[in-house]
């Protein structure tokens, strides 16, 4: 999607292995989010962020941790995968008041084995 | 808990037809309601939002109705084309919340010729 993207696409990990996965924007938006989603829940908030190292936690952040030492940069970790955490990871994007609401990246397919 | 609820889950309908997707909230706080599409492969994208000052908004062929005091909205889709087969979500937030939206579950919306 143009001016966000996420990296890597595609990711097979080992559990107990330490994840990064990166939100990349070029909108110069302030507010920056971390989904997850699976079959049967939808889309779910895992960490925010609503400007430059400040983050706060959504409703499943248990096993992740974020960082955004930029505004562009939005870094997702999980510190020890598990299982649990095979998923598709949304990056999203938007600016207080906008009219568009979210901008979403085209995800990360994590799958943890 | 599920603030935004969502029904049905899967949906096939026939081209022509109105397929008719709907939600509810539990959370009275919320005062911004979007649905996103979206395809295979790709992020959620938006395609109609509404505030409850409104009871209705058209945009195209996508219709949303409100009802706040029963706390449901819902999409409609007029005249409906295979090329709307996707899977659509609504979600809703808060002002002052940094625009966190919380999401239903999805429902998967299939047009047949």
């Known amino acids: 999607d143009a001016g966000i993207t996420q990296s890597p696409r595609h990711k097979v990990t080992e559990t107990g292995t330490p994840v990064t996965l990166r939100c990349h924007q070029t909108?110069?938006?302030?507010?920056m989010y971390w989904y997850r989603q699976d079959p049967g829940h939808g889309l779910r908030l895992i960490h925010y962020?609503?400007?430059?190292?400040?983050?706060d936690k959504g409703e499943v952040s248990d096993g992740y941790s974020v960082s955004r030492s930029k505004t562009e940069d939005f870094l997702l970790t999980l510190e020890s995968a598990t299982s649990s955490q095979t998923s598709v990871y949304f990056c999203?994007?938007?600016?207080?008041?906008?009219?568009?609401?979210?901008?979403f990246g085209s995800g990360t397919r994590l799958t943890v084995v | 808990q599920q603030q935004v609820k969502q029904s049905p889950q899967s949906l096939i309908v026939q081209k022509g037809g109105i397929p008719i997707i709907n939600c509810a909230y539990e959370?009275?706080?919320?005062?911004?309601f979007p649905w996103y599409q979206q395809f295979p492969g790709k992020g959620p994208a938006l395609l109609i939002a509404?505030?409850?000052?409104?009871s209705e908004k058209k945009e195209g062929r996508f219709t949303i109705s409100f009802n706040k005091s029963a706390k449901q909205f819902s999409l409609h889709i007029m005249d409906s084309q295979p090329g709307d087969s996707a899977t659509y979500f609504c979600?809703?937030?808060?002002?002052?919340?940094?625009?966190?939206?919380?999401f239903g579950t999805g429902t998967r919306l299939q047009v047949t010729l």
């Open positions: 999203a994007i938007s600016d207080p008041g906008g009219a568009d609401g979210y901008t």
């Open positions: 909108e110069n938006h302030r507010y």
């Open positions: 962020s609503y400007g430059v190292k400040d983050t």
């Open positions: 959370n009275t706080a919320f005062d911004y």
């Open positions: 509404i505030r409850p000052d409104v």
């Open positions: 979600a809703a937030s808060a002002t002052g919340t940094a625009s966190k939206l919380t």
